[in-house]
């Protein structure tokens, strides 16, 4: 037994550090989406001029996800997302002393190159790290992730509401990433070398078998994404123009869908351990399609926002089960097939809202918001596809988990 104790001390560390590069990926986005207004009025831009800004973080990030992601498998996702999570802090500090549009633009592309890298490498860690924990905790990074969100936002707002000024808010966040990518890379668990003999999985993937079930992954999660990004965009206008809340009453409709999906988040370990990852994806398609196309038809504020919660709470261990189920499968694409479904998921958060917006514009909002409903459904009934996780944890430590 005292021979285990050093393996269980590294993987706790490994655990720990992949958690703190989910917790500044989120920290890091949401001090910098909390900030975007003070980004506009410093450099005096219209609405049209900060879309640029925008679209050059967005392709960064599709580069980062696309292109960049894929060098995981090359060096290692350890050394890969201890480099990105730097670059992260530090991109993010420069940023906010950017007195140009040009030079501001190009800044927050390689942020959002950094950003979709590091996407990439810390949900391969995480997988690393699963494998070799011997249970299933996918889920519990990806609510830290959305811990640090909130986290970043709130802070975020501090400096905003004490007229922080952005180059001071985004040094101090800066430097704060760095302090916890320093830790982090002290704790890492160490990338493995992978054998690059053939295998029969890579034959496979010469026919083309594998190919399309990672694009197919990345389609279920795409779905997924089109439901977020219409809680993040849609919620507070159906509730506030369609439902005739006050504007104070309609955020509660994002406000719910966030919270529940960290919760479901924070509990998805557990049942997934319970139920399998193709029951967790079944039900929580179910969950989503049902709670949103409820409230829908009840046509309330209250309903509303439940319905709305019960899509955060539905949708929540989805994304995770889908990367745990990909990374796993062949440790040697790993990099390149988390790259590959990310990206595709990606195009659904950035369209999904222009989506339902241009259906709303024909059919109404109400009726266009059955859009994520009906592609829940669609997700709940390829829940099968959970059954492509070919990674089992090494007998060894089950034997002596944490």
């Known amino acids: 037994m005292s021979d285990l104790l050093p393996d269980r001390r590294r993987l706790r560390r490994g655990r720990i ?3 703190l590069a989910f917790l500044l990926f989120g920290a890091a986005l949401g001090v910098w989406t909390a900030r975007l207004p003070a980004v506009k009025e410093r450099l005096g831009l219209s609405d049209g001029r900060l879309t640029f800004v925008l ?12 292109v960049l992601g894929r060098l995981s ?26 007195a140009t549009l040009v030079g501001l633009c190009v800044t927050v592309f390689g942020f959002g190159a950094v950003h979709g890298t590091l996407n990439i490498a810390m949900n391969a860690n995480a997988v690393e790290v699963q494998r070799a924990w011997g249970s299933p905790i996918m889920s519990s990074f990806h609510a830290i992730y959305s811990i640090g ?4 936002a709130l802070i975020g707002g501090q400096f905003a509401r004490h007229a922080v000024g952005i180059g001071p808010t985004f040094l101090i966040t800066g430097a704060g990433v760095l302090a916890l990518t320093g830790w982090a890379a002290l704790w890492v668990l160490p990338s493995r070398p992978v054998s690059r003999e053939p295998s029969v999985e890579t034959a496979a993937d010469r026919a083309g078998r594998r ?33 005739h809340t006050t504007p104070g009453f309609a955020a509660y409709g994002y406000a719910a869908f966030a919270i529940m999906m960290t ?6 370990d557990r049942l997934v351990t319970a139920l399998g990852p193709v029951m967790l994806v ?10 949103l196309g409820v409230a829908l038809l009840v046509d309330r504020p209250v309903a509303g926002v439940i319905g709305f919660g019960l899509l955060g709470l539905g949708l929540s261990g989805i994304a995770p089960q889908v990367f745990s189920a990909v990374g796993s499968r062949d440790a ?51 829940g099968s596809v959970m059954r492509v996780d070919a990674g089992r944890p090494s007998q060894s430590i089950r034997s002596g988990r944490p």
């Open 73 to 98: 498998d090359r060096f290692g996702s350890s050394r890969l997302l201890v480099v990105a999570a730097a670059l992260e802090g530090t991109l993010l500090a420069v940023a906010g002393f950017n």
């Open 149 to 152: 969100g909130f986290a970043g």
């Open 55 to 66: 679209l050059s973080f967005a392709a960064g990030c599709l580069l980062g996800l696309a």
């Open 332 to 382: 040697q694409r790993s990099g390149r097939d988390l790259s590959t479904v990310v990206s595709i998921g990606y195009v659904g958060f950035l369209v999904g809202p222009i989506l339902i917006g241009a259906a709303a514009t024909v059919v109404g909002l109400p009726v266009a918001l059955w859009i994520p409903v009906v592609l829940a459904v669609v997700v709940a009934a390829s």
């Open 17 to 19: 550090a992949t958690s």
């Open 263 to 268: 919760v479901g988040r924070i509990f998805g």
């Open 282 to 291: 079944r039900a929580g398609g179910l969950l989503a399609a049902a709670g």
């Open 211 to 243: 190919s399309l079930l990672v694009v197919f992954c990345g389609v279920l999660v795409l779905f997924t994404l089109v439901g977020e990004g219409a809680a993040a965009d849609w919620s507070a206008v159906y509730l506030r123009d369609n439902l």
